[in-house]
């Protein structure tokens, strides 16, 4: 009657043994480290520089604990925080000699202390939210106006190149303020553009303006709704953007979330310096396509121009090689019109190349400007934090069309990739300030985790001794079945590496006391069977199967609270729901298959049972 079959016992086994091995990581805490990562898309982390961080804190007596490598950043381990500081410096002096173009970025981390033998079975600890790991804190201002005046100039351009494609005379177009104005110089032409622009641009609105003399205005404003689609587009695309680059910097569990209408919250735990995290958080890049100043690329001109004496209207750039580049600082396209980006090869030379997708109006400016500059060269720029970089500067053969444009040329296979990711991480759709800082140190954080700690653990400790002395052997079965859930929670959440906030523990210590809960319905309903005279065995078998469908209702509604939390909820909130849900479902399991193993081992052998020792006195 109260045993079960020797699978069950084997699983359950298993399910602890499994909990057990993904809770340990857990206990071994964080060591002080520094992350060296890339600050250019041309410079690499890889193998060499991984030499370079070790021989430099060797030269300076500097022992670390671990040096480690993966595809975005180099992590030494350290030993305390002065010896962290003290690495910082030296590798900034070492890898950066030019300070006012650094190659790279220092910054100071918290790693796992987890042994190699856990972490290589992917048990890794639970993430920690800024309030528990330190870190930074920033919310953001997006500039809206901003976004409608980039959104506008688009458009404006649009506009120019769909009535020069349809041969239609214009007298000049111009942006004022929040309108576009065209001018024609008869109303039968401005009626044929106005149909035109009408069928072409559904974000418009276009009204007819006659002024004195000779002149017809066509004057095109920005629907309502195109607006809030303009806005809410610019918000979406800077929280993508922000996203993918702190993501490919290896910031553990970033929190990207809007905040209103037009605010963005950043919290990067573990990030213990400010001033490298806005470095972080402005590591944007956009492509550029411009033209190479032919006339001036002989080479006393270019010469001159390393000596600071630069023709006007140009720039002085390095392509790869190292050879100086003039490139006009006229700009024929932007990464605003770039769709795509993927790496791939050449189909001609097979060698590594960037395939890009350019939207309909980037495709005919494309097309337009290599039609008419066949036999000349083409820059392709990546700028990078107002800094330009030549990625390639290929002669133009003939006319591309189909906005499709290959970059390709002394780049590796790891190169285009990266390339690839930086363009289509691209740039920011609106500026963006910093409204708000603040930085959360780790001894902040590690005196919340002891006070979390330790409130669960008083409370562990009361429900122990309440149980055990209200409900003796059955009191302290319930104690350990509220280990497992404890055990199993901690696991679960280490294993979907989900982030531990304070309102993540608060909810860990709301279900110790909702999963005992059900422990307590058990016991009662197994001594209210006992003094209705059934036999011990009789009374253990009928109070967990009569028991639980009171906990499953009661959980279940719970459960439905716990999820509306976390899909209206955000934030701490979110973080408080997940744990909650989660701790309701192992509270299920081990409260009634647990502690059911744990009698049945106890009692169930038995073949003749007297008594049950359930409570103050023995119920026979």
Wanted: aromatic share 6%.
């Amino acid at each position: 009657m109260n045993r079960y079959p020797l699978w069950t016992y084997v699983l359950i086994a298993c399910a602890l043994l499994i909990g057990l091995t993904y809770t340990l990581p857990n206990f071994f805490g964080e060591a002080p480290a520094v992350q060296v990562s890339s600050v250019k898309a041309t410079v690499k982390v890889d193998t060499e520089l991984l030499a370079r961080v070790e021989a430099a804190l060797k030269g300076a007596s500097i022992v670390s604990q671990g040096t480690f490598i993966d595809p975005n950043s180099v992590k030494v381990r350290l030993a305390d925080t002065d010896t962290q500081l003290k690495a910082k410096d030296i590798l900034s002096q070492s890898l950066n000699p030019d300070r006012d173009n650094p190659s790279y970025i220092v910054a100071l981390n918290l790693l796992s202390s987890s042994p190699t033998w856990l972490t290589s079975i992917h048990a890794l600890p639970m993430y920690l939210g800024l309030d528990l790991r330190g870190g930074v804190h920033f919310m953001l201002q997006v500039d809206m106006k901003a976004a409608l005046t980039k959104r506008l100039e688009n458009l404006t351009g649009d506009i120019r190149t769909q009535l020069r494609d349809k041969s239609i005379r214009h007298s000049g177009i111009s942006r004022e303020g929040s309108n576009i104005l065209v001018k024609f110089k008869d109303a039968e032409t401005r009626t044929k553009a106005r149909k035109l622009l009408e069928d072409n641009q559904q974000d418009l609105m276009f009204t007819d303006q006659d002024m004195a003399g000779d002149e017809f205005r066509l004057t095109a404003s920005i629907k309502p709704e195109a607006v809030k689609r303009t806005q809410e587009s610019a918000l979406k695309q800077n929280i993508t953007t922000l996203g993918n680059r702190i993501n490919e910097l290896g910031v553990s569990e970033p929190i990207i979330q809007q905040q209103g209408a037009d605010r963005v919250v950043v919290q990067l735990p573990g990030v213990q310096d400010t001033a490298k995290a806005k470095e972080i958080l402005g590591r944007t890049a956009t492509l550029e396509i411009r033209m190479v100043d032919e006339e001036n690329s002989n080479p006393a001109t270019l010469v001159a121009a390393q000596q600071g004496q630069v023709p006007f209207g140009t720039e002085l750039y390095t392509e790869r090689g190292g050879s100086p580049l003039l490139v006009k600082k006229q700009v024929v396209l932007t990464g605003d019109r770039l769709t795509d980006a993927q790496p791939g090869f050449d189909g001609q030379t097979h060698e590594p190349a960037v395939h890009l997708t350019l939207d309909a109006p980037g495709a005919r400016i494309f097309k337009d400007v290599t039609r008419e500059s066949v036999g000349k060269r083409m820059a392709i720029l990546l700028i990078e934090k107002g800094k330009g970089e030549v990625i390639t500067a290929p002669v133009i053969r003939s006319e591309i069309g189909g906005g499709r444009v290959q970059i390709s040329g002394r780049m590796s296979s790891r190169e285009a990739a990266d390339v690839a990711l930086l363009l289509r991480a691209g740039s920011l759709a609106a500026p963006m300030e910093i409204i708000e800082e603040r930085t959360v140190g780790p001894s902040l954080g590690a005196d919340n985790i002891s006070k979390g700690f330790h409130s669960t653990l008083w409370g562990f400790t009361a429900i122990a001794i309440f149980m055990s002395i209200y409900y003796a052997a059955f009191g302290f079965i319930s104690v350990l079945a509220l280990s497992s859930n404890l055990l199993l929670l901690v696991a679960i959440l280490s294993l979907l590496q989900a982030t531990l906030t304070l309102p993540g523990i608060a909810a860990i210590a709301l279900t110790l006391g909702m999963a005992i809960d059900a422990n307590v319905l058990i016991n009662e309903r197994i001594r209210e069977e006992m003094r209705n005279g059934a036999t011990p065995q009789a009374a253990i078998h009928a109070g967990y199967e009569r028991a639980f469908g009171t906990i499953l209702d009661s959980n279940v509604t719970t459960l439905i609270a716990g999820l509306a939390l976390l899909i209206f909820g955000s934030g701490p909130i979110r973080g408080f729901a997940v744990v909650h849900c989660l701790g309701i479902l192992t509270s299920i399991f081990s409260s009634v298959v647990i502690s059911r193993a744990v009698v049945n081992l106890t009692y169930g052998s038995r073949r003749r049972l007297d008594k049950l020792a359930i409570g103050n006195t023995s119920w026979k």
